[in-house]
């Protein structure tokens, strides 16, 4: 029996209906995206929620922000964890075939497995969705168009590394190939506007940090990133599947720990001449705080303007605007006059890169 939302909310203080009400908006969100059977799974666990009060009061007294740490896409990880796991074939089944009484099998769930739901609400949202690759790649099309030269590429929040293999994928972009022809995993994402510049890019090295990386040859890893790729996307499950293989003979160099004390060490590191040292990162901004992203964005204005022309300096970000109206591909480059960098907006995409709507290196800011 569904539990109405005017019972679950009555008596309850406006952040906690707040917080518990997220799994609404997100799960339209999720519809909104093209994955309708999140929307379902979401819509019912927010309907069953006080089937599992200590989950609900995690919930509802969430100390972060609830929107920015994904708390609902930590839930629907771990209820996609267990279909995958088969240990409720009721659960398995609505999974497999799409259709069903979401809210009674969705209910018993929460019942039964309120410890294993915690523990999932505890891990960050980590898709590396190796689809974003392909808008790292233009961005760096664009400037080895310009200056062709070999790139050190360093990735903040860089979860399984899977993304700093991005030359070793084959991208087609805007009717274009770039990348390897031989790899095992095509990127194509649905591209608008006039195709990406020819060029070549070369990374002499690549390497990344995150607080909690993923070691991609841990099986048991492997399954926590599939559980976290939506249900009803089979493209992007593929694709990760593809990414995961590429890695086993390439494993990415991961570092664990803080972004912006890396990424000083780093920076600080002597810089060969010829090369273009590159700092990349996707959907991470949002889950910084306010201080972390003030360090991370000192950090890299500061090897900014120690740059110079035979050793230059760039920041590709893919990230949410201020307002999550929009997400954009944005490229800084050092060295200039002033030393605050030439900023450009080369395009908007979708969230799991699936769409670029390009508008180029003379887009301006």
């Given at each position: 029996?569904?539990?109405?939302?005017s019972?679950?909310?009555a008596?309850r203080?406006?952040n906690?209906?707040?917080h518990r009400?997220?799994?609404?908006?997100q799960?339209?969100?999720a519809?909104?995206?093209?994955s309708?059977?999140?929307?379902?799974?979401l819509?019912a666990a927010?309907?069953?929620?006080?089937h599992?009060p200590?989950?609900?009061?995690?919930?509802?007294?969430?100390a972060?922000?609830?929107a920015?740490?994904a708390v609902?896409?930590?839930?629907?990880?771990g209820l996609?964890?267990?279909?995958r796991?088969?240990?409720?074939p009721a659960?398995?089944?609505?999974?497999r075939?799409?259709?069903?009484?979401?809210d009674?099998i969705i209910?018993a769930v929460?019942?039964l497995?309120e410890d294993?739901l915690?523990?999932w609400?505890?891990?960050?949202t980590?898709?590396n969705?190796?689809?974003?690759?392909?808008a790292?790649?233009?961005a760096?099309?664009?400037m080895?168009a310009r200056?062709?030269r070999?790139?050190?590429l360093l990735e903040?929040?860089?979860?399984?590394g899977?993304?700093?293999n991005?030359t070793?994928y084959r991208?087609?972009l805007?009717?274009?190939a770039f990348?390897?022809?031989?790899s095992?995993l095509?990127l194509?994402?649905?591209?608008?506007g006039?195709?990406?510049?020819?060029?070549?890019?070369e990374?002499?090295r690549?390497?990344?940090?995150?607080?909690?990386?993923?070691?991609?040859?841990?099986?048991?890893?492997?399954e926590?990133?599939?559980?976290?790729?939506w249900?009803d996307?089979?493209?992007?499950?593929?694709?990760?599947a593809?990414?995961?293989?590429v890695a086993?003979g390439s494993?990415?160099?991961v570092?664990?720990?803080s972004a912006?004390?890396?990424?000083?060490?780093q920076t600080a590191?002597?810089q060969p001449d010829?090369?273009?040292?590159?700092?990349?990162?996707s959907?991470?901004?949002?889950?910084?705080t306010d201080?972390?992203?003030r360090?991370l964005f000192?950090?890299?204005l500061?090897?900014g303007?120690?740059?110079?022309?035979?050793r230059?300096?760039a920041?590709i970000?893919?990230?949410?605007?201020?307002?999550?109206?929009?997400?954009?591909?944005?490229?800084?480059e050092?060295?200039t006059?002033?030393g605050d960098g030439i900023i450009?907006?080369l395009?908007?995409?979708h969230p799991?890169g699936n769409r670029?709507d390009w508008?180029g290196d003379q887009?301006?800011?």
């Amino acid at each position: 029996m569904a539990v109405r939302p005017s019972t679950v909310f009555a008596g309850r203080a406006d952040n906690r209906f707040s917080h518990r009400n997220d799994l609404a908006r997100q799960a339209a969100i999720a519809g909104e995206l093209g994955s309708p059977f999140v929307q379902h799974v979401l819509e019912a666990a927010w309907r069953q929620l006080d089937h599992a009060p200590r989950l609900a009061e995690t919930i509802d007294f969430w100390a972060g922000d609830f929107a920015a740490d994904a708390v609902a896409m930590r839930l629907n990880a771990g209820l996609h964890a267990l279909a995958r796991r088969g240990s409720h074939p009721a659960l398995s089944r609505l999974y497999r075939e799409r259709v069903g009484d979401f809210d009674a099998i969705i209910a018993a769930v929460l019942a039964l497995e309120e410890d294993e739901l915690l523990q999932w609400l505890h891990w960050p949202t980590q898709t590396n969705e190796v689809a974003r690759s392909s808008a790292f790649m233009a961005a760096l099309l664009t400037m080895a168009a310009r200056d062709p030269r070999p790139v050190e590429l360093l990735e903040i929040g860089t979860s399984a590394g899977l993304n700093l293999n991005l030359t070793r994928y084959r991208h087609i972009l805007g009717g274009r190939a770039f990348g390897d022809p031989h790899s095992r995993l095509t990127l194509e994402p649905e591209w608008v506007g006039s195709p990406p510049p020819s060029a070549t890019v070369e990374v002499t090295r690549a390497q990344g940090v995150d607080l909690r990386p993923i070691v991609i040859a841990d099986p048991l890893a492997q399954e926590r990133m599939m559980a976290f790729v939506w249900a009803d996307r089979e493209d992007r499950r593929a694709r990760l599947a593809a990414a995961i293989a590429v890695a086993r003979g390439s494993p990415p160099v991961v570092h664990r720990g803080s972004a912006p004390e890396w990424l000083v060490e780093q920076t600080a590191r002597p810089q060969p001449d010829g090369v273009r040292r590159v700092v990349v990162h996707s959907m991470v901004a949002q889950y910084l705080t306010d201080a972390e992203r003030r360090s991370l964005f000192d950090a890299i204005l500061r090897a900014g303007r120690r740059s110079t022309p035979d050793r230059p300096f760039a920041w590709i970000s893919l990230e949410w605007t201020a307002d999550r109206r929009e997400v954009q591909l944005r490229l800084a480059e050092w060295p200039t006059a002033d030393g605050d960098g030439i900023i450009t907006t080369l395009a908007t995409c979708h969230p799991y890169g699936n769409r670029i709507d390009w508008r180029g290196d003379q887009a301006g800011c």
